[in-house]
């Protein structure tokens, strides 16, 4: 693997040889890292309840993480402490900005880094300013921690400072928990990762290490020689306009989206009285009910009518419809109701098929409920009903391997997700076998 410079790209990682898909293509270490708003400093996990006295900004799921991370922290505690009344979806990036600035080696590698600072907006550029200056007031309030002032961020050059906010902004990403691959942090990785590209059908996947918030680079394919390593700065599943929103947001991005919007369909002559339909009509009953569908709303009926809608007129496999399908889904989690929380989990398996890579962590964490699922409901079921799910026995055992594949490729045999996997994969076998039903695994 080599970094090469293009007119088009910018840096990119390239590939010297091929590589196998589940190989570790790059290994780094950040050279800063923090959580995202609630979650523990130290060891990233979402139920923080306990606040740094000091600096108001950290938390902490334990003593035995606060104490943990006391060493690393008690030399920035002070500088934190002016990062309380910045908003709080900033306050990640400030702790990066407060880790890096203060040491000079640190500093001259991210200063490396491209970003253009004329691409950000002024409201965001001003905000960098304030940042600057909230760190500036807690060091004359003597901070305990000095500054080296060799540095070529000087505290006194305010622009420099701001300039290295641009870069730290454009080049971090965002950290996703090893077990449930949601956004827990973000960190910086300014010698290697930092300069893959985007690609919406990415070659290549992060995987982190807690609580070290260490990042491999692992491949999603076989890639060839002279191939450019990418990886996906967004969600793929997300609608259109969220991940265009996403993109167009980051400065550095040079990219666009083409995106045809669903053609309204052609009048179709109804088969009793041979009329034509009118296909306005349900285009505006599907307008009429996504508003009112809000995100609080819990009412299974109004979001099935709008999925059977949206199926019909978008596509089974379109962001809006998969919105739907997911809400539904939880909704149906929620009251225990596992045969139709079933049924959608394997739409929405299909779904994301047509999404993500093969070798997706996010596809196999669906493959995996798919096989919880199934589990709950051999178990909830009366064995007058057990024919329905022991004919559909060859399809939930192929997604259990499948579930196996992903992790033990990507994660490792002794990963937990794996060992899970593995364990769903004879329970559901030993049910069949029970049956007398053959799998063919």
Request: with cysteine; net charge positive.
């Amino acid at each position: 693997m080599f970094i090469e410079t293009t007119n088009s790209k910018g840096r990119c990682l390239v590939a010297t040889t091929h590589i196998a898909r589940g190989s570790v293509v790059a290994s780094e270490v950040p050279v800063a890292a923090s959580p995202s708003p609630g979650h523990c400093s130290f060891c990233y996990g979402s139920n923080a309840s306990k606040v740094c006295t000091g600096c108001r900004l950290a938390s902490f799921c334990s003593v035995a993480c606060q104490r943990s991370n006391w060493p690393s922290h008690k030399g920035l505690c002070r500088q934190l402490k002016a990062g309380a009344s910045i908003p709080r979806s900033l306050q990640p990036l400030f702790a990066l900005f407060v880790a890096v600035v203060d040491h000079s080696s640190i500093a001259v590698t991210v200063d490396a880094l491209a970003a253009d600072r004329s691409r950000f907006d002024s409201t965001t550029i001003e905000a960098f300013g304030r940042m600057v200056v909230a760190r500036q007031a807690a060091l004359a309030s003597n901070a305990p921690h000095p500054v080296d002032s060799s540095s070529t961020t000087n505290p006194g050059d305010a622009g420099r400072q701001i300039n290295l906010l641009c870069k730290i902004s454009c080049n971090a990403v965002g950290i996703s928990h090893p077990s449930t691959f949601e956004d827990c942090g973000v960190a910086l990785f300014p010698e290697t990762i930092a300069k893959a590209n985007h690609s919406c059908v990415p070659n290549c996947t992060l995987l982190f290490d807690l609580p070290s918030a260490s990042a491999r680079l692992i491949a999603l394919q076989d890639i060839t020689p002279d191939t450019e390593l990418t990886i996906s700065y967004i969600d793929a599943a997300d609608p259109f306009p969220i991940r265009q929103k996403d993109l167009q947001s980051r400065p550095t991005c040079k990219g666009f989206f083409q995106y045809n919007p669903p053609t309204i369909p052609a009048p179709t002559p109804c088969t009793c009285c041979k009329s034509t339909s009118n296909p306005i009509q349900p285009i505006q009953t599907l307008t009429s009910l996504s508003k009112q569908c809000t995100p609080k709303d819990t009412d299974p009926s109004n979001l099935s009518h709008l999925l059977t809608l949206q199926t019909r007129l978008l596509s089974p496999n379109s962001p809006l419809t998969l919105q739907t399908r997911q809400r539904l889904y939880s909704i149906h989690l929620s009251s225990a109701n596992w045969q139709s929380a079933l049924l959608l989990c394997n739409e929405i398996a299909c779904t994301l098929e047509s999404i993500y890579p093969p070798l997706s962590p996010s596809l196999g964490l669906q493959y995996l409920s798919l096989c919880r699922l199934a589990l709950l409901v051999a178990q909830d079921l009366h064995p007058s009903m057990y024919p329905a799910i022991l004919k559909d026995a060859n399809t939930l055992m192929g997604v259990a391997e499948k579930a196996h594949v992903v992790f033990s490729t990507v994660l490792g045999d002794s990963h937990l997700l794996t060992l899970e996997a593995k364990e769903k994969r004879y329970e559901l076998g030993a049910f069949y076998a029970a049956f007398g039903v053959r799998t063919g695994k």
